[in-house]
C-alpha cells in the first residue's frame, strides 16, 4: 500500500464531501479498481462530479490498489531472482527476462484485482455503515448511488444488503462500465427499494471487462433485465472505454438527468 492511500486507515475508505451544503438529497460516489493513487488522481476525479442545486455530492474513497506499484514491485523481483544460464547470449537472457517480466506482472496484476474485488464485496456488505458516515453531520431524505467498474459491483451488490432505514431513501443508483455479471437474486432484493431507478451504463467496447479474472460476463458489456417493480434505464454509451465514463460523466448526467430526484414518479 503506498502513503496515500495507506492515509485511508484502518476502516478502508474516506469521505470527501464536495461541499457542505447539507440539502436534502445526497449523491453518493464510488470508484473502481486503482481510480485514485495520488492526489492529483482524488483532485481529478472530483473535477468530474457535477454540482446539482439542491444535492450533496460525497466521493468515497477506498483503498482499491495501485496497478503500477504492483508492475514495478513484480518487476523487482524479477530481478532479483533472475538466473539465466551462463553461456546463454545477451540477446536469449534479455528474452528471457522479459518473458519472465510480462508473465510475472500479468500473474500478479490477475492476483492483485481479484484481492481488490473482495475488497469491494466486504465494502459492499457494509454499505449501511458507509451511508452512516456520510450522514455523520446531515440526516438525507434521498440518496443517489453512483458507482464505475468494481464501485459498481460494491454498490449493487450493497444495496442489496442496505438496512431498511436506508433503502427507503435510496432513489437512483447509476452503474457505469459494472465490473460484475447480473444475478437472478438481485431482481427480488431490488424490488424491496420502493422509489428505485437503476441506470446501467454500458459500451460493446469496454475490452478491458472482456478480460476480467474468472471471465463473468459484466453488466459493464450488455444491458440487465427490466423489471416491473423498479424502473431500469440501459443507456449503451457507443465508442466508451473503460475510462471514459468519468471524464465524460457531467455530460452524461446532462444529457439523461440520472440524478433527477422524483420519487412520486
Given at each position: 500500500m503506498n502513503n496515500f492511500s495507506h492515509s485511508i486507515g484502518q476502516v478502508g475508505f474516506n469521505i470527501h464531501p464536495l461541499g457542505n451544503n447539507q440539502s436534502p438529497c445526497a449523491n453518493i460516489y464510488f470508484h473502481g479498481f486503482t481510480a485514485i493513487t495520488s492526489k492529483n488522481d482524488l483532485d481529478a476525479l472530483q473535477q468530474s462530479i457535477p454540482i446539482v442545486d439542491n444535492q450533496d455530492s460525497i466521493l468515497v474513497h477506498w483503498d482499491s490498489g495501485?496497478?503500477?506499484?504492483?508492475?514495478?514491485?513484480?518487476?523487482?523481483?524479477?530481478?532479483?531472482?533472475?538466473?539465466?544460464?551462463?553461456?546463454?547470449?545477451?540477446?536469449?537472457?534479455?528474452?528471457?527476462?522479459?518473458?519472465?517480466?510480462?508473465?510475472?506482472?500479468?500473474?500478479?496484476?490477475?492476483?492483485?484485482?481479484?484481492?481488490?474485488?473482495?475488497?469491494?464485496?466486504?465494502?459492499?456488505?457494509?454499505?449501511?455503515?458507509?451511508?452512516?458516515?456520510?450522514?455523520?453531520?446531515?440526516?438525507?431524505?434521498?440518496?443517489?448511488?453512483?458507482?464505475?467498474s468494481l464501485g459498481a459491483r460494491l454498490v449493487l451488490q450493497g444495496v442489496c444488503s442496505l438496512s431498511d432505514d436506508f433503502k427507503s431513501k435510496i432513489n437512483n443508483v447509476i452503474l457505469m462500465g459494472g465490473a460484475i455479471g447480473w444475478r437472478h437474486e438481485f431482481g427480488p432484493c431490488l424490488e424491496q427499494i420502493k422509489n428505485l431507478q437503476l441506470f446501467n451504463l454500458y459500451s460493446l467496447k469496454d475490452i478491458v471487462l472482456v478480460g476480467k479474472p474468472g471471465l463473468e460476463h459484466c453488466i459493464g458489456r450488455d444491458a440487465i433485465p427490466e423489471s416491473r417493480q423498479y424502473r431500469v434505464t440501459n443507456i449503451h454509451c457507443t465508442g466508451f472505454g473503460h475510462t471514459d465514463y468519468w471524464p465524460k460523466f457531467i455530460h452524461l448526467n446532462e444529457t439523461h438527468k440520472f440524478l433527477d430526484i422524483n420519487p412520486n414518479a
Open positions: 495501485d496497478i503500477k506499484e504492483s508492475a514495478i514491485q513484480s518487476i523487482k523481483n524479477v530481478i532479483e531472482n533472475f538466473t539465466p544460464s551462463k553461456t546463454a547470449s545477451w540477446k536469449d537472457k534479455a528474452i528471457s527476462f522479459t518473458q519472465l517480466a510480462l508473465k510475472k506482472t500479468a500473474y500478479d496484476a490477475v492476483n492483485k484485482f481479484e484481492f481488490i474485488e473482495k475488497k469491494s464485496d466486504n465494502l459492499g456488505s457494509n454499505l449501511s455503515y458507509i451511508l452512516d458516515k456520510c450522514e455523520s453531520s446531515h440526516q438525507y431524505e434521498h440518496i443517489n448511488l453512483i458507482g464505475h
